[in-house]
């Protein structure tokens, strides 16, 4: 299997730029989660989605973030604008029964 | 999901067993022991879940008291690549459910 798949690995961009951040979960997976990570907060969820449906999406910091799952296969996260201070590595994550397995990450930088 | 309390920081010399402690005191009946470590610039990975009952893998053994109020995770024989974060998080196990992350305890593995 080959686990959770994230793209970029790494994004640098310039504030005011969009960012498109892409997941595919594991095969058969039904959940969905994207979580972000700073030094700062820690590991933190931003949404979630059950069988393509979002779920809670409470922890999107704010209208320029919007996430999409137009299938089982495929997800992403989008900022549109971005800032510094979305600066941050985001993971996704995928489960069927409860235990997750997350994607290597995408290291955000917007200078 | 219930609060959890864990040391900041561990060091385990290489070879012996490391012993990573956690106290869960408002645990619900329902609610499962899970423990992910995060290698340096790594996703988040599973290494064990459980109940009520001590738990063995290829990974970790997990050791839950009668009263569940605390549990320890223990790697048998800690190598240099054991060296990260490991996060005891509590969640009902049934349905795909979001992790919350503490901080977690940094275990150093000392040549």
């Known amino acids: 299997d080959a686990g959770v798949i994230q793209s970029p690995r790494h994004e640098v961009t310039e504030m005011g730029q969009e960012v498109t951040l892409r997941c595919k979960p594991i095969?058969?997976?039904?959940?969905l989660f994207w979580y972000r990570q700073t030094m700062m907060r820690g590991l933190e969820l931003l949404i979630y989605?059950?069988?393509?449906?979002?779920?809670?999406d409470s922890g999107m910091p704010e209208d320029r973030f919007s996430a999409k799952m137009p299938n089982a296969s495929f997800s992403t996260l989008k900022i549109q604008p971005s800032e510094p201070r979305d600066s941050a590595v985001y993971f996704c994550?995928?489960?069927?029964?409860?235990?997750?397995?997350f994607g290597p990450g995408t290291r955000l930088t917007v200078t | 999901d219930a609060k959890t309390t864990q040391p900041t920081s561990m060091d385990c010399a290489e070879g012996r067993a490391a012993n990573l402690p956690c106290n869960h005191s408002?645990?619900?009946?329902?609610?499962?022991v899970y423990w992910y470590r995060q290698i340096h610039s790594q996703g988040p990975q599973y290494i064990i879940h459980?109940?009520?009952n001590n738990e063995t893998n290829e990974m970790a053994s997990l050791i839950i008291t009668e009263d569940r109020k605390s549990s320890t995770l223990i790697l048998p024989h800690a190598t240099l690549r054991d060296t990260a974060v490991y996060y005891c998080i509590v969640r009902v196990a049934t349905g795909n459910t979001p992790l919350v992350f503490g901080k977690g305890t940094r275990l150093s593995v000392i040549a």
């Open positions: 989605f059950n069988n393509n449906v979002p779920i809670d």
């Open positions: 408002t645990i619900s009946g329902n609610e499962y």
């Open positions: 994550a995928s489960s069927f029964s409860g235990t997750q397995y």
């Open positions: 459980g109940l009520k």
């Open positions: 095969s058969g997976h039904n959940s």
